[in-house]
């Protein structure tokens, strides 16, 4: 295990290897923050967020910092496989002040097709241009998921009209380090739902590389602009789950931070939608919520610069980051019950055992078993 | 001799789409073919499932129009069960369907399709102070146009340009001739692209309020609506009201003068001036609102005849796939279609750019369907909107055209432009705004005497339920057909607006409205086709959407067909 010491040392010293390449962009990130009215202070607690955010002690928040100047030396290209766009759209809600979208401006974006002015011919010179004068110090981002069945035809891409598994291999091929954005590039997501009729995977399913993983669907934007802080800052690939998610965004489920939590110890818990418990907020479990089993810091980051998540909304959370949720959280509105996903060692902790139980009775069990544990700290 | 032209990616949309056109030694189009590029098969997905998840998964078909297909799914099902939801949860749907179409019209216009207009190059020899006045031109109360705004913005576009490396402005078409704003004008547009990133992020906010989170919302469920605890809040109330008083605002004070500037910049300028070819248009019911009326009414308009509106009648809308990489036998009702894919590869041909694989237009070429109504293709979106509810004297829209157009000078038939198209998704926003407070009031109001927001559906597995839903997305009209057996879904069948728009020619050789709208257009220079991409924009395309299928009629995924020119 690395010391943060040791962490520290290593950023600053692949910061000051970024610092000695050329700027990409002549105008420094502090003219950016002025012109767009974003004061020293502002940009300063914005570095402190993302440190928490990324579960780094406070004084890495000026490497933060440093790293956000520092990002136009890393040339970020972007593509869009078999996806809805919602990841896009979702970068595009960054918080206010408006830093998150700022920093992509500043990050020497190279293609993006939801974004770029070109078209057609001259958006492929783009990518090639990109993809052979950066060769190895680009970043990759890929959106949506590949689909492989009748050799990949199910998706073109570009005038010379390659599959989107030709464009991936060789894209990833001159990456720097690869992320996929969301859970369809991630895991598949809904195409790769059962039948999964174009056989869409996962781009390290498809790439023998190692991949960061951002599930989510889609994933926030303090997910997506954290890792590729993390990645600017160190030159490496964060910590990682054992489905190659960075932990610092999905080490702990969603029920663990919940705000509803307490009425799940207490046993107290909406019957049905919209009714006079849910008015009282209590906990959605028996109308499907997923939370239990679902790895993600959608509790405490929120969306929409923290107007609401789903829970917030009434609605359970649907497992969204995680692997074959379609198949495997469904029915939505229903508890999963007895039904052990994988990997996810729930039996380990006493409330996820009780879930794993599912019962009524079970749930009822553990609020005795918890008023038991508040009067003992009593 | 004629030259082939492709272009693909369409950037700056939602999607992977392909155009080819053909043009004569003038650089005029001749014949043009739309194709989407992708299939994801999410209906054959949908089969089998519980009919109380349908309408988050079909939510995934766009990430876009994020709320629409959700939405839409959700009613269907409610439509088959026979469910009447409670009215608190019609006014919150409606309320959010707003917050759509505000985020999607304002993202639409400034930041894809902006670009095709604004010559972002030409904004750095604007003069601020100059500008400053320009702006008061087309609004008494300009937003983001003052003479310290635009310098601030200048200054920003100059660092972008002078470090020559553009990033996603790179390679573009700036100084195209068909660029008309002048550098002033250009460099207002330019700093309302800014301002316009700060509003879609409160648009998106607005329908976070009630839907948890946007993109992807989650709070409606077959028989109403979850957020009952936000419902309830006086406080996110006023959250609700004080961000739709700052979009409103921009929609007013910003988007409506850009488009009155457009009018004026581009009002002679060919390429824009055409582009509606297909004169059938048709639209549905929208925005349910005090007294249970709605804004915007249903209705077909057939080859451009406003002296005479027809209703709807869901049972003449069937896809023809003559032309798509399905095989069927003839054109199918959607809740009769059988689906299968059957890929056939490109062609490869002589084009501007050398030798390339291109679409195969004899044979298939696209994996969208042609959806025709009464065997007519139709186009769809908000000038279909404003025209059927224009020709049926809907007074607020009467009163919104006349208005513009008076403002403009324009006469009624630039309408039927590609101006005219994008001019209308402004129209219909701004109607939306000022009728908006009004769905908001009558919901509070209702409130007063009750909070019931959801009511528990029932489904017999014994029984076979069949339902569809029809609602006016920002793309345009929108249908979803399931049908239910067993207590899951036994079929299902979405005909999206971009499928009304984007299909590609039919078995009696009608072509649609994208194809249509690229006729007789002539390109300045056919290696930088400037003037395709603004008059496909102005549809603004939504792939994801167009392309999904569904009642597989037991077909299992053994007998999915690869045509004999595929890989």
């Keep these: ?378 | 001799m004629n030259q082939r032209v492709v272009i693909d990616p369409i950037t700056r949309i939602e999607g992977h789409l392909r155009i080819e056109v053909e043009v004569d030694e003038q650089n005029v189009i001749q014949k043009a073919w739309a194709s989407s590029t992708l299939w994801r098969g999410i209906e054959v997905i949908l089969k089998g499932r519980t009919p109380m998840d349908v309408g988050l998964l079909v939510q995934r078909i766009c990430g876009v129009c994020t709320f629409s297909h959700y939405r839409c799914g959700t009613e269907a099902v409610e439509n088959a069960l026979g469910l009447e939801i409670p009215v608190n949860a019609k006014y919150l749907r409606s309320l959010m369907m707003s917050a759509l179409h505000y985020h999607d019209h304002l993202v639409h216009f400034y930041h894809l399709h902006a670009l095709d207009w604004v010559d972002v190059v030409s904004a750095l020899s604007a003069d601020p102070a100059k500008a400053a006045q320009v702006a008061l031109k087309y609004t008494d109360e300009p937003i983001a146009a003052g003479e310290g705004d635009l310098r601030a913005v200048q200054k920003r576009v100059q660092g972008f340009v002078d470090k020559g490396r553009l990033g996603p402005f790179a390679n573009a078409y700036w100084g195209n001739k068909t660029y008309r704003f002048s550098p002033e004008q250009n460099l207002i547009a330019l700093s309302h692209y800014l301002k316009g990133l700060e509003i879609q992020r409160v648009a998106a906010e607005m329908m976070a309020i009630f839907g948890g989170k946007q993109p992807h919302p989650q709070s409606v469920v077959v028989g109403g609506m979850t957020s009952i605890r936000d419902l309830l809040s006086p406080a996110r109330l006023q959250e609700w009201k004080a961000k739709h008083d700052i979009v409103r605002d921009f929609i007013k004070r910003a988007y409506h003068a850009d488009i009155v500037m457009a009018a004026d910049a581009f009002g002679a300028e060919a390429s824009v001036l055409g582009g509606v070819n297909v004169h059938n248009f048709i639209c549905t019911n929208e925005f349910y609102g005090a007294d249970g009326k709605h804004l915007y009414h249903q209705g077909v308009i057939h080859d451009g005849d406003l002296s005479k509106v027809e209703d709807v009648n869901p049972d003449l809308v069937a896809e023809d796939v003559t032309h798509s990489w399905y095989s069927a036998d003839k054109p199918q009702h959607p809740y009769e279609g059988t689906t299968i894919p059957e890929y056939t590869d490109y062609v490869e041909r002589d084009t501007v750019y050398g030798k390339l694989p291109t679409l195969d237009n004899e044979g298939k070429y696209s994996w969208v369907k042609s959806p025709r109504y009464n065997g007519k293709p139709m186009e769809v979106g908000p000038l279909a909107c404003l025209l059927v509810n224009f020709a049926r004297g809907n007074q607020k829209v009467v009163d919104a055209i006349n208005a513009f157009l008076q403002e403009t000078g324009l006469p009624l038939e630039a309408l039927y432009t590609t101006l005219g198209r994008t001019a209308a998704r402004m129209i219909e926003t701004e109607i939306l705004a000022d009728e908006c407070d009004k769905i908001f009031d009558a919901l509070v109001t209702n409130l007063g005497s009750d909070d019931t927001l959801y009511i528990k559906p029932n489904i017999d597995p014994n029984k076979e339920y069949i339902g569809h839903s029809f609602i006016e997305a920002p793309r345009g009209m929108l249908s979803h057909w399931v049908r239910i057996k067993n207590g899951v879904v036994e079929n299902y069948q979405a005909v999206v607006p971009t499928t009304w728009n984007a299909g590609p020619k039919d078995a009696n050789g009608n072509i649609g409205p994208y194809e249509a709208s690229l006729l007789g257009l002539k390109l300045e220079d056919p290696k930088k086709p400037l003037e395709v991409l603004r008059i496909i924009h102005s549809f603004d395309p939504c792939m994801a959407c167009s392309v999904h299928m569904m009642d597989y009629k037991g077909q299992s995924l053994g007998e999915f067909r690869v045509g004999p020119n595929a890989a």
């Excluded at chain 1, 690395?2 to 502090?30: D, I, V, W």
């Excluded at chain 1, 509803?260 to 909406?270: I, N, T």
Aim: glycine fraction near 10%; proline fraction near 5%; charge should be negative.
């Design chain 1, 1 to 378: 295990m690395e010391t943060h010491a040791a962490l520290f040392e290593q950023g600053r010293k692949r910061l000051e290897a970024l610092r000695q390449m050329p700027p990409r962009q002549q105008e420094s990130l502090k003219d950016k923050l002025l012109e767009h009215g974003i004061s020293r202070r502002d940009f300063m607690k914005w570095s402190a967020s993302v440190t928490a955010l990324l579960a780094l002690p406070l004084p890495f928040s000026n490497l933060v910092a440093e790293a956000a100047e520092l990002a136009d030396r890393v040339p970020l290209v972007w593509l869009h496989m078999a996806e809805c766009t919602g990841c896009s759209e979702s970068l595009t809600r960054a918080d206010t002040p408006d830093l998150d979208t700022l920093i992509f401006d500043h990050i020497s974006l190279e293609y993006h097709e939801t974004l770029m002015a070109a078209a057609g011919w001259q958006a492929e010179e783009n990518l090639e241009h990109a993809m052979e004068n950066y060769r190895g110090n680009y970043l990759l981002a890929v959106e949506g998921a590949v689909p492989t069945k009748n050799g990949g035809t199910f998706l073109k891409v570009g005038a010379k009209g390659k599959t989107g598994l030709e464009l991936v291999k060789e894209a990833a091929e001159g990456a720097a380090a690869i992320i996929s954005v969301g859970t369809c590039s991630s895991f598949g997501g809904v195409q790769a739902a059962a039948p999964n009729p174009t056989g869409a995977k996962g781009v390290h399913e498809v790439i023998d590389r190692t991949v960061i993983n951002l599930g989510g669907c889609p994933p926030s934007e303090k997910n997506i602009v954290g890792t590729l802080m993390y990645f600017v800052m160190f030159g490496r690939l964060p910590a990682l789950d054992m489905f190659n998610r960075p932990k610092w965004a999905y080490g702990a489920r969603v029920h663990d931070n919940c705000e509803r939590r307490g009425h799940f110890d207490s046993g107290e818990f909406v019957e049905q939608f919209s009714d006079d418990n849910a008015k009282d907020g209590y906990c959605l479990y028996k109308v499907g919520c997923k939370g239990p089993y679902t790895y993600n810091n959608c509790p405490t980051e929120r969306f929409n610069a923290h107007v609401s998540w789903p829970v917030l909304a009434g609605h359970g959370c649907i497992g969204c980051s995680e692997p074959n949720f379609w198949d495997d959280m469904a029915d939505f509105e229903k508890p999963l019950g007895r039904q052990l996903l994988h990997g996810i060692d729930a039996s380990a902790d006493t409330v996820g055992a009780v879930i794993i139980g599912a019962a009524v009775v079970g749930i009822g069990a553990h609020a005795v078993a918890s008023l038991f544990a508040n009067s003992k700290e009593d």
